[in-house]
């Protein structure tokens, strides 16, 4: 086998910040909310799970989750 060097995925570990956790929730319960709406076509439903989506993006961006992996 090839050396591949150190490459532990100890160094690579997420930092786990509560706030990202918090934002993939908010974007998993919004998807499920658009992917009821969709089925039983439901308006009210659609327009919670659109603005539960645009929560958990402006969280997302506010919130650098991207960088957690870093």
Not at 21 to 39: E, F, K, P, R, Y
Request: glycine share 10%; proline share 1%.
């Amino acid at each position: 086998m090839a050396d591949l060097g150190d490459s532990s995925m100890a160094d690579t570990a997420h930092t786990h910040k509560v706030t990202s956790w918090i934002t993939v929730v908010i974007l998993v319960v919004a998807s499920i909310l658009l992917g009821v709406a969709m089925v039983f076509q439901s308006l009210p439903l659609a327009i919670v799970g659109g603005i539960l989506t645009i929560v958990g993006i402006v969280m997302g961006i506010t919130g650098k989750i991207m960088d957690d992996a870093a």
